[in-house]
């Protein structure tokens, strides 16, 4: 799949916010059930969007839970931008949904509301291009990310550095992400296979809904050894990474994260195509979007750990609006996150952190 281009148009840096994260009172204990909802309640006076623009809906893999929730707090307005608005444009609601991107993608085959759509894998995106959700032009590549074996200690089992194959062949269990839904385990399988230690190891699986439950059941010490993205071994460092599986390690996969706009299964909303307040929803998708791949979105990628992959300098025009983008055009009123990962409480502590970094 080819980059498109990014939309690399110079950004203005973005102002400290007054922001606090809130857990929905329903989650004020912690709790087994899927589907969990999160809220992240930005504090920005005065900042309720029009009752006429719909929420820009953000799916988002369970990886980049933390890096694009900062990079969406980023994009609120400290009170006196608030007060005096930006070009009389009202502030955009983004509401993040964040699971597995194979979870996320069959969400959006059956319909499920859906703007945009950020995947830790090119082929959960290559199954919306075949069913005709996502236009092959519009997806970006802009990050990439690697492997990692964890354990909750070294132990004294066998070393797994530089190979591997001994330590695994002792373990007990290994958490990966369930393959046939998780791009982490996917990865993960396809790295094991290489490594010819996949068919040995397939009993002893613990298969994951997301890559974030394959990590918090080697924190709960449900399994000995997992397998995770690097970016998300650094959340905790209290895991040791035991193995890091090199790129150019001879089997190792090709780790890409692809984004681009949905278009929507609703037939009503189909035929509303082309109308005004359709096309000013397009154009606050694509300002998102463009955010979402800026200057200042990489460099909170790079701090997270992922590798930041070019992108073209300019990206294709929103439907109505072709004005650079600086941080006025995508203030944020609200950031409402829905999360089916069973680690969620764990999780968006890292983001809890990161926002309250910002605030004065």
């Known amino acids: 799949m080819t980059a498109m281009p990014g939309g690399d148009r110079p950004v203005a840096a973005l102002p400290d916010i007054d922001a606090r994260v809130d857990l929905h009172p329903r989650l004020a204990r912690p709790s087994g059930t899927a589907g969990l909802v999160l809220l992240l309640a930005l504090s920005l006076a005065s900042c309720a969007p029009s009752p006429a623009d719909r929420p820009v809906h953000l799916f988002v893999a369970a990886s980049l839970q933390e890096a694009v929730g900062e990079i969406v707090a980023g994009l609120a307005p400290d009170a006196a931008q608030a007060a005096d608005g930006a070009d009389g444009e009202p502030p955009i609601e983004v509401r993040l949904n964040v699971a597995s991107s194979g979870v996320l993608r069959r969400q959006i085959e059956r319909s499920d509301r859906a703007d945009l759509f950020f995947s830790a894998s090119t082929e959960e995106m290559q199954r919306l291009i075949d069913a005709g959700r996502v236009d092959p032009s519009q997806v970006l590549e802009p990050l990439s990310n690697a492997l990692v074996l964890i354990a909750a200690d070294a132990g004294e089992g066998p070393a797994c550095d530089p190979d591997p194959s001994a330590c695994l062949r002792a373990a007990a269990r290994l958490a990966i992400g369930n393959p046939d839904s998780v791009p982490a385990g996917r990865y993960a399988r396809q790295w094991l296979e290489a490594l010819g230690a996949w068919s040995d190891l397939e009993d002893r699986l613990l298969p994951t809904p997301d890559v974030r439950a394959a990590l918090a059941a080697v924190r709960s010490g449900g399994a000995p050894l997992g397998v995770v993205y690097a970016t998300d071994a650094a959340l905790f460092p209290e895991l040791v990474v035991v193995h890091r599986v090199p790129p150019e390690t001879p089997g190792a996969p090709e780790i890409r994260y692809a984004l681009a706009p949905v278009r929507s299964g609703d037939d009503d909303t189909q035929g509303a195509r082309g109308s005004r307040q359709e096309l000013r929803h397009e154009a606050r998708v694509r300002r998102v979007l463009d955010a979402l791949v800026g200057p200042s979105a990489r460099a909170v990628y790079q701090r997270h750990g992922f590798t930041v992959l ?51």
Not at 318 to 329: E, F, I, K, V
């Open 310 to 360: 070019p992108v073209s300098a300019q990206s294709p025009p929103a439907s109505t609006s072709q004005r650079p983008l600086h941080h006025g055009d995508a203030r944020v009123a609200a950031v409402r996150v829905r999360s089916t990962s069973p680690d969620a409480h764990a999780t968006m502590a890292s983001t809890r952190t990161a926002l309250e970094r910002r605030t004065p």
